[in-house]
C-alpha cells in the first residue's frame, strides 16, 4: 500500500489586472462567504461481531436508518479475536476514540461527550436525525475521487466556517460494501430466530450468508489521520491510492474531517466506487 500526499494552504487570492506588475491582493474573510453547497453527512460507527445475537437487529436498524435519510451512512468494526473481518484500525479507535468492550455497540460523528450509542429499537433514529438537522457546518469536506490504472487519485477540500478551528484531521479509508462469507466464520449469530416481530425470524440461530456491510479494509491514511493546519480557514489535499488488485465496484471511500483533540467529526464523505 502507497500513497502520496500534496498540500495546498489557500492563503490570499490574486487576481491580474491591467498592469501585471502590480496584482491585485485579495484577502478572503470567510464569515462573508456564500451559503455552503455542500450538505453535511453524518458518519455512525458500528461495532459488531459475529457471535453477537443481538447485532442483526442493530445492521437492520442501520440499514432502515439510510433508507430514511440518505445523509446517514456508517463503517463496521468488526470485533473480536477469531474474527476474519477484524482489522487493526478498529484497535485504536477503541484506544484513541472510545473503549467499546461489547457489541452491539455504536458512535455517531465521535461524539462521546455523552457516551455512544447502542442500537436496539428503531426509535434510536430520532436521535440520529437530530443531529442531521443541525446544517450549520462548521469545516465542510468535499472528497472528488477518480480511477486512474487500478489507483485511486483523491481531492480533499476544506473549509473553515469558524476562526477558532486551526488544527483538524483529516482521514480517509476503504470499506468493503458488502462480505459474504462461506464458512462459520462469517456466519452471524442470531437471537431472533424464534421470535416473529424481528428482521431475523426463523433465518436461523446462525445466519449463513449474512451480508455484513461497509467493513472496514483498508486505511489510506495513517490511523490517526493526517494533521490539518487550517488556520486560515481554507486546505486542500491530494492523494494517491493503489489499489493493488482490489475490485473498485466491491468498495467505498470514505472520508472525514475531524477536530485533532477531541475527535469529533465535523463532516464525512461515502463515495461509491462503483459509480466512477
Same mark, same amino acid.
Do not use: W
Given at each position: ?20 506588475? @502590480? ?19 453524518? &458518519? ?17 436498524? &442501520? ?31 477503541? @484506544? ?50 477518480? @480511477? ?9 477540500? &476544506? ?118
Amino acid at each position: 500500500m502507497r500513497f502520496t500526499l500534496t498540500v495546498s494552504i489557500a492563503l490570499i487570492t490574486f487576481f491580474s489586472s491591467c498592469d501585471k506588475d @502590480e496584482p491585485q491582493i485579495l484577502e478572503t474573510d470567510p464569515t462573508e462567504m456564500p451559503p455552503s453547497v455542500v450538505e453535511k453527512r453524518v &458518519m455512525v460507527e458500528l461495532f459488531s461481531s459475529i457471535r453477537c445475537g443481538s447485532c442483526p437487529r442493530a445492521h437492520h436498524f &442501520m440499514d432502515q436508518t439510510e433508507i430514511q435519510d440518505p445523509k446517514v451512512f456508517h463503517i463496521t468494526h468488526q470485533m473480536f479475536g477469531g474474527n476474519p473481518m477484524r482489522h487493526g484500525y478498529t484497535k485504536y479507535v477503541q @484506544e484513541n476514540v472510545k473503549s467499546v468492550q461489547f457489541t452491539p455497540h455504536a458512535i455517531i460523528q465521535r461524539n462521546v461527550s455523552d457516551g455512544a450509542v447502542q442500537y436496539y429499537e428503531p426509535e434510536r433514529y430520532e436521535e440520529i436525525s437530530t443531529l442531521i438537522g443541525d446544517r450549520d457546518l462548521v469545516v465542510e469536506l468535499n472528497a472528488t475521487v477518480k @480511477e486512474n490504472d487500478n489507483a485511486l487519485d483523491i481531492a480533499l477540500d &476544506m473549509l473553515a466556517f469558524d476562526d477558532a478551528i486551526q488544527k483538524l484531521s483529516v482521514t480517509v479509508l476503504l470499506v468493503e460494501k458488502k462480505v459474504v462469507g462461506n464458512d462459520y466464520d462469517y456466519h452471524q449469530r442470531n437471537y431472533g430466530n424464534e421470535d416473529p416481530d424481528h428482521p431475523y425470524y426463523q433465518q436461523g440461530d446462525y445466519i449463513e450468508g449474512f451480508e455484513h456491510t461497509n467493513v472496514i479494509r483498508e486505511l489510506i491514511t495513517p490511523f490517526e489521520g493526517i494533521e490539518v493546519d487550517i488556520t486560515n480557514n481554507e486546505a486542500s489535499y491530494t492523494l494517491n491510492h493503489d489499489l493493488e488488485g482490489l475490485a473498485a465496484e466491491n468498495f467505498a471511500l470514505v472520508a472525514f474531517v475531524s477536530d485533532l483533540n477531541s475527535n469529533q467529526i465535523f463532516d464525512a464523505r461515502y463515495i461509491d466506487l462503483a459509480d466512477l
